[in-house]
């Protein structure tokens, strides 16, 4: 018969395994995954997999355990249920099938999806129908890191070349003799460039105001404020510029996501394997990539615009205008490949908050009949739309009036108390 997956503390209906549409069975997902695992270059010795034998270790708990052991750990984790949390582990791996050149070989896993009601673990192309809904966990390794962090360097990096390039190439056309019939459609294209680039630039302000305040706040606590405005003002303008240069929650936030004081966000500090890694669970692959990209779906369309207008004009001066071909020709690629890549960015982020929002708003619209579980979703819901949809929280007499400096719950302080603010129900992303 049908049984409830959990997401996020909602019972939702689901068919069982067997009826999935062309799944393979167990056994053999099985057997895939044992292939996948790559063996010791020395002993030739492949990892245990599913792993039979797992240690928990509390922070305080007195273990034998060396700190160099092959065994697999559980050193931190918030996930409640012991059924769950064993599954996940065991079924975890860092390595999966994929291709190369054409070849088949093994890639390095960076997230799963996974039933928060039983554990069990979905990679790749091992997925139910799309209809069945899974959470979602992400594999936190130093390889992913530095992959991240890499791609991050190569972004902003193209990105700087674009906007040296563009200004550079304005200047040249402006102050060099020759070019003074064409001084009016310069002039037009570099103030339209301009002014795309302070847009994004002022949204990249605003964003950042808007975490500095959310982070900064007692019911998060990441930022510390209580230090000298030249600080503050260093630590506001590198954020500032993180966000501009669209780096990514995986690499700016990585102190938050791998903390593991969380308040409902499923979370595990592994030894797998010989590595040391982190599981971090989300409400599913899509609301992953939208805490991963906050606020990027702003800025992105006007950094879009202000490379449309340089391309067209680079396309312009080339047919038109008496310039240096290779001038122009080797000023572009980096434009070029910073369009393609910010396209490609925001297709996908819009795609993935048009989704998540449907979700969201179903799940506050749900009624709880007095259910924990149900008020608790729902309640998670209406952060996550407060964060991503700038949607202002209600006040449903539930939460403690405190300070919103300090977070102490004495209303006579200075300062202290905590104003209502009207529910207001989301119609459109």
Same mark, same amino acid.
């Given at each position: 018969?049908?049984?409830?997956?959990?997401?996020?503390?909602?019972?939702?209906?689901?068919?069982?395994?067997?009826?999935?549409?062309?799944?393979? +069975?167990?056994?053999?997902?099985?057997?895939?995954?044992?292939?996948?695992?790559?063996?010791?270059?020395?002993?030739?010795?492949?990892?245990?997999?599913?792993?039979?034998?797992?240690?928990?270790?509390?922070?305080?708990?007195?273990?034998?355990?060396?700190?160099?052991?092959?065994?697999?750990?559980?050193?931190? +984790?918030?996930?409640?249920?012991?059924?769950?949390?064993?599954?996940?582990?065991?079924?975890?791996?860092?390595?999966?099938?994929?291709?190369?050149?054409?070849?088949?070989?093994?890639?390095?896993?960076?997230?799963?999806?996974? +039933?928060?009601?039983?554990?069990?673990?979905?990679?790749?192309?091992?997925?139910?129908?799309?209809?069945?809904?899974?959470?979602?966990?992400?594999?936190?390794?130093?390889?992913?890191?530095?992959?991240?962090?890499?791609?991050?360097?190569?972004?902003?990096?193209?990105?700087?070349?674009?906007?040296?390039?563009?200004?550079?190439?304005?200047?040249?056309?402006?102050?060099?003799?020759?070019?003074?019939?064409?001084?009016?459609?310069?002039?037009?294209?570099?103030?339209?460039?301009?002014?795309?680039?302070?847009?994004?630039?002022?949204?990249?302000?605003?964003?950042?105001?808007?975490?500095?305040?959310?982070?900064?706040?007692?019911?998060?606590?990441?930022?510390?404020?209580?230090?000298?405005?030249?600080?503050?003002?260093?630590?506001?303008?590198?954020?500032?510029?993180?966000?501009?240069?669209?780096?990514?929650?995986?690499?700016?936030?990585?102190?938050?996501?791998?903390?593991?004081?969380?308040?409902?966000?499923?979370?595990?500090?592994?030894?797998?394997?010989?590595?040391?890694?982190?599981?971090?669970?989300?409400?599913?692959?899509?609301?992953?990539?939208?805490?991963?990209?906050?606020?990027?779906?702003?800025?992105?369309?006007?950094?879009?615009?202000?490379?449309?207008?340089?391309?067209?004009?680079?396309?312009?001066?080339?047919?038109?205008?008496?310039?240096?071909?290779?001038?122009?020709?080797?000023?572009?690629?980096?434009?070029?490949?910073?369009?393609?890549?910010?396209?490609?960015?925001?297709?996908?982020?819009?795609?993935?908050?048009?989704?998540?929002?449907?979700?969201?708003?179903?799940?506050?619209?749900?009624?709880?009949?007095?259910?924990?579980?149900?008020?608790?979703?729902? +309640?998670?819901?209406?952060?996550?739309?407060?964060?991503?949809?700038?949607?202002?929280?209600?006040?449903?007499?539930?939460?403690?009036?405190?300070?919103?400096?300090?977070?102490?719950?004495?209303?006579?302080?200075?300062?202290?108390?905590?104003?209502?603010?009207?529910?207001?129900?989301?119609?459109?992303?």
């Amino acid at each position: 018969g049908n049984f409830a997956l959990r997401v996020g503390g909602i019972s939702l209906p689901m068919v069982p395994p067997s009826s999935w549409m062309g799944g393979p +069975s167990a056994e053999k997902i099985l057997q895939e995954r044992k292939a996948w695992q790559v063996p010791c270059q020395s002993c030739k010795t492949t990892w245990e997999y599913p792993r039979k034998e797992l240690h928990f270790v509390l922070p305080g708990d007195k273990h034998e355990i060396a700190p160099e052991t092959h065994q697999t750990v559980v050193i931190a +984790s918030n996930i409640k249920e012991a059924a769950v949390q064993e599954k996940l582990v065991k079924h975890a791996c860092f390595t999966r099938e994929g291709r190369f050149a054409g070849f088949r070989c093994p890639r390095l896993v960076t997230g799963f999806e996974y +039933s928060a009601d039983s554990g069990e673990v979905f990679f790749e192309k091992e997925a139910p129908r799309e209809d069945a809904k899974l959470a979602y966990g992400r594999l936190i390794t130093l390889n992913r890191w530095w992959q991240q962090l890499t791609i991050t360097g190569l972004f902003m990096g193209f990105s700087i070349l674009d906007l040296q390039a563009n200004a550079l190439l304005f200047f040249q056309l402006l102050m060099t003799p020759g070019y003074e019939g064409f001084f009016a459609p310069t002039v037009v294209c570099m103030l339209l460039w301009l002014f795309f680039v302070v847009i994004s630039l002022a949204l990249a302000i605003y964003e950042a105001k808007h975490e500095w305040a959310s982070k900064s706040s007692v019911t998060i606590g990441d930022i510390i404020t209580e230090v000298h405005w030249t600080e503050r003002l260093l630590c506001f303008m590198s954020l500032a510029l993180l966000r501009f240069f669209f780096v990514t929650g995986e690499v700016k936030d990585v102190v938050i996501q791998v903390h593991p004081w969380k308040s409902i966000q499923p979370y595990a500090a592994l030894k797998m394997d010989g590595t040391r890694s982190h599981l971090v669970g989300f409400l599913n692959k899509d609301a992953y990539a939208i805490e991963n990209r906050s606020g990027q779906h702003q800025g992105l369309p006007f950094q879009l615009l202000g490379k449309a207008v340089t391309l067209g004009f680079r396309i312009y001066a080339l047919i038109h205008m008496p310039v240096d071909k290779l001038t122009v020709f080797f000023s572009s690629p980096a434009t070029v490949t910073t369009a393609i890549w910010t396209t490609v960015k925001l297709k996908s982020i819009m795609h993935q908050r048009r989704k998540v929002y449907k979700e969201l708003a179903e799940t506050i619209n749900r009624v709880s009949d007095g259910d924990a579980e149900m008020d608790k979703a729902k +309640s998670h819901a209406k952060k996550f739309l407060h964060q991503h949809w700038k949607v202002p929280l209600d006040d449903d007499g539930q939460v403690k009036k405190r300070c919103t400096g300090c977070g102490r719950p004495d209303r006579a302080l200075p300062g202290c108390g905590a104003s209502a603010v009207a529910s207001i129900v989301p119609q459109a992303p």
